[in-house]
Structures are given as C-alpha cells and as structure tokens.
C-alpha cells in the first residue's frame, strides 16, 4: 500500500481552460474527499464521496467544478474555464467508515496555477 | 457552521525547547479531532487522532488532549528538533468532512 496518490503534482494552464486531476485512494478505503488550500489557509472541504456516490458538495463547487468516483475506485475533479482564483493546492483524502477512529488519509496534493 | 482556530499563528523556538500548540472550536459535537503535519508545498500527514470520548493520546514526543466541552485541544512536541520545522493543522470532524484551522507555522532553531 503505497498510500494516496494524485497527479499532476503541478499544474499550470492559461484562464479559461479546462484541467482534470486524478486521485487515487488508498485501495480498501471506501470514502473519498476532495479540499481545497490557499496560501496560509487550512484545507477547506469540497467534496466528499461514498463509493460511487457523491454526497455532499460545498458552496465552494461552483457549476464549473465537477468531480466523479466511478466504480468507487479513483477520482477525478474536473475545474472548466478556469479563473485566477481557481489556484491553489487540491488535495485529495480516503478514509475507511470507522466512527470515532476513522482518519483521512491526505496525498501530496495538486498545486494549480492559473495565469 | 464550524469555526477552527489555531494559536499563534507562528513560533520560533530554540532546539530542545517543548512546543505548546493551541486549537479552539466551535461546535463540540465533533466525532474526533486530528492533528497533521504539513511540510511547505505538501500534502497533511497524520500524526495524533483523539476520538470525541478520550481525553488525550500520545504518540513518541507528541502528546494531544482534548477539552470537548470547552472547544479546546493542545498539542505538545517535548524536547524539540529542528526537524519538527513545519507547519502543525488541528481538524475536527463533524459528520464525515474536517473543518480545519490556518496552522501554526513552528520553527526550531538549532
């Protein structure tokens, strides 16, 4: 198990492009979650599936934001015509439904930069 | 809507120093509440989690405890180590999503 994996670590694209990221979980985890960061900010949720399904999505996910998790494997979150305010760090978490104990586990992120 | 804060913002100790990192919240009707290490320009790595019905845990040189009743938990890293340089983000969950704070940026200066 080598952990959550996402990639591109980087990427940098002109405004009004489309980007896809893709995020892979740790393999026996069923819940998946997407947060964004800016500089000198905690991660903020965006959103979060179980399996295949997404169950919730934050006011953050505008209609240009969309993520998917089929067959409750690996996720993709797609941001389209991107802004300058679409850069920051996308990062990427699994956990395994535990209660109380149940830890997120985080990859190394995606960092975008949007020119 | 959970409210996460992290005080101070920053420190700069001296090696062999303890560290004391503080973490308020607003809603305490959290599952757990974890604290992560974050390295400049990387993704959170795991370092305490505390279920809503402990009092505090222990791992190495890291103790955390936590006051659920008054919003409050507080990281302690003994005899620190230039090592420890980082970024220290408190999170707590409330239904399945963590609601975190800005961080402490600590630095250990040898």
């Known amino acids: 198990d080598t952990g959550v994996s996402q990639n591109p670590r980087h990427k940098i694209t002109k405004r009004g492009q489309n980007v896809t990221f893709r995020c892979d979980p740790i393999s026996e985890h069923n819940r998946l979650y997407w947060y964004r960061q800016t500089l000198g900010q905690g991660p903020e949720f965006l959103t979060y599936?179980?399996?295949?399904?997404?169950?919730?999505k934050s006011r953050l996910l505008s209609d240009r934001f969309s993520a998917e998790r089929p067959k409750g494997s690996f996720s993709t979150l797609e941001i389209q015509r991107t802004e300058q305010g679409d850069s920051a760090m996308y990062l990427c978490?699994?956990?395994?439904?535990?209660?109380?104990?149940?830890?997120?586990?985080f990859g190394p992120g995606t960092r975008l930069l949007v020119l | 809507k959970q409210e996460v804060t992290q005080i101070p913002a920053a420190l700069s100790v001296p090696e062999g120093e303890n560290l004391v990192l503080n973490c308020s919240f607003t809603d305490s009707a959290i599952y757990n509440l974890q604290w992560f290490r974050q390295d400049p320009g990387k993704g959170l790595t795991s370092l305490l989690l505390?279920?809503?019905?402990?009092r505090e845990q222990t791992s190495g040189r890291l103790n955390a405890s936590l006051d659920k009743s008054s919003g409050r938990s507080t990281l302690y890293i003994a005899a620190s180590q230039p090592g420890d340089s980082a970024t220290y983000l408190c999170?707590?969950?409330?239904?399945?999503?963590?609601?975190f704070g800005a961080g402490t940026t600590v630095t250990v200066r040898a």
């Open positions: 505390i279920q809503s019905s402990q």
């Open positions: 999170a707590v969950r409330n239904d399945y999503k963590l609601s």
């Open positions: 599936f179980q399996n295949e399904a997404q169950l919730e």
């Open positions: 978490a699994s956990s395994e439904a535990s209660g109380g104990q149940e830890t997120q586990y």
